[in-house]
């Protein structure tokens, strides 16, 4: 009976972290579009997410990054590679918040700011392994299963591969910019929106995967819950 009890609780741990992982990943974009329309003077959109590390935003950017980095380290998976994808997401996550960019267009006007890092190149492969790693996760990792594949799993799983291929998709359309003039001009804010929506991707299959939607009946559930 002590076992029991002590395995729940494990599953609720479990759950919950992958919970918190989805509710920061959601909430990040969400913050800073509430703060860019309803607290900001100027209600104009940063060029990028990572810009508002220039802004009054800072400290909300760096604390979510780096909450979100520590959670992923400590979380454990289904097997190894879940392991392995979770904590170099992880340190990506810290490294966007370490090593900001130094390209400030702040309310739309570039104004220069003293930064204490400006390395970018460890700024953008930060990033790029942050969402080439969620988009790995959600497609390769999250779909597996050491039991059978209940109803709402298959529901789940088809969840994870929409999320997996939206965040794909938001990086060839970023890659895509690099080659090809005129694609998604500047002022339109295409690497904000892109990183918005590959954020909201990777927060919705955290909390698919944490079972705040979709949840398996409780038999099903405690089985299921460290696939």
Known sequence: MKNSEENNGLVVSYLTLRQLIGYLGLGLPLVILFNTFVLSPCSVLEHSISVCYHTTMRDILVGILCATG????????YDRRDTIGSTIAGICSIGVAMFPTNEVVICGTNTPVATWITDLHLHYASAAGLFVTFAYMSLRLFTLSGGEMTPKKLIRNRIYQTCGWVIVA??????ARMFIDGLWPDKYRPVFWLEMVSLLAFGTSW?????????DQPEVGLAMATL
């Open 70 to 77: 520590v959670f992923m380290i400590t979380y454990k998976g």
């Open 207 to 215: 909390l698919v995967k944490g079972e705040a939607i979709l949840k």
């Open 170 to 175: 938001c990086i060839v359309i970023l890659v």
